[in-house]
């Protein structure tokens, strides 16, 4: 069943990622700028110019252009940069850890803190508790990322030298840019989880497993938090998708050589192929993650059955 499952839903993923692939392919290229101009510089006469976008087959129909890249990525190929004429993929494996780094750190501290500060805060409503939880969470989604990135750097890297400022190189260097990706996510996972537990500690079946004389914490673990997280965990599939965003902006402010940073880079050349592998990487890992979160509903509560 499970198995049947999965391979239903990646098989349904096909169509979406060829849809995203022919829209970023298009998008791109209404991109303002002349990748041709930028590799052959200011100085190029129109000729040269010519030439290189010859080359490059930028002067074919688009719909052309498009059958010859999907024609790549059903080979496995995601073309080669314009910048460096190194395949693409190559460039991608070499960074693709650091940001698998930064977002599992991301996601991590989300889930931990979130749903952690949600059940405090929703077994002491009224407290200092709840009001600190709430706070947070008023910050969290208050405050863009780069702003609070830069907010960090000065704060514990500058003035009171704790972490380093920018670079990778180990655990004390992923603490920033880490809990600046996660502070929005734990904002909404933490008001969530506070409100799904307070619904759920209302109703009878935990009034009556009390009024038998179990602990709370019995209570709130195995009967009450399994019902409420389910309503985060789907939240938390989103945010996924929202710190994979952000993470091109904080690997830009804490020069982390991942792949956002690369796709910014790109971004600044004009080099397609890079921009369009990138996305549609993203859109893949997006989609990926959104199937784990339907299956991580059937761990939380047996009761849901994958149909």
Known sequence: MLLHYVVRRVIHLIPTLLAVSFIVFALVRM??????????????????IAEIREALGLNRPLLTQYAGYLAGLLRGDLGAS??????????????LPATLELAAA?????????????????????????????????FGVSSPTFATGLLFMLVFGYYLRLFPIAGSG???????PAVTAALTSVA??????????????????VRTARAKGLALYTVVAKHALPNAVIAPVTV??????????????????????GIGKMLVD??????FPVIQGLILVFAVMFALVNVGVDLAYAVADPRIRLG
């Not at 180990?170 to 920033?176: D, Q």
């Not at 599939?237 to 965003?245: K, V, Y």
């Not at 790109?266 to 080099?271: E, V």
């Open 236 to 257: 938390a599939g989103l945010e996924f998708g929202r710190l994979i965003t952000g993470v091109v902006v904080l690997e830009t402010i804490f020069a982390r050589p």
């Open 188 to 205: 909404f996972l933490t008001r969530l989880t506070r409100a799904s537990l307070i619904e759920v500690l209302a109703q009878d079946y």
């Open 106 to 138: 991301g996601m991590l501290i989300s889930l931990a803190a979130g749903i952690g500060l949600g059940v405090a805060a929703a077994l002491r409503p009224g407290s200092w508790t709840d009001m600190s939880a709430r706070f947070l969470s008023l």
């Open 82 to 95: 314009i910048r460096t004429h190194q395949p693409v993929w190559a460039d991608l494996w070499l960074r």
């Open 170 to 176: 180990g655990a004390r260097y992923l603490v920033l």
């Open 31 to 48: 991109i303002p700028g002349d990748p041709a101009l930028a590799i052959a510089g200011p100085e190029a006469t129109p000729e040269i």
């Open 266 to 271: 790109a971004i600044q050349f004009r080099d």
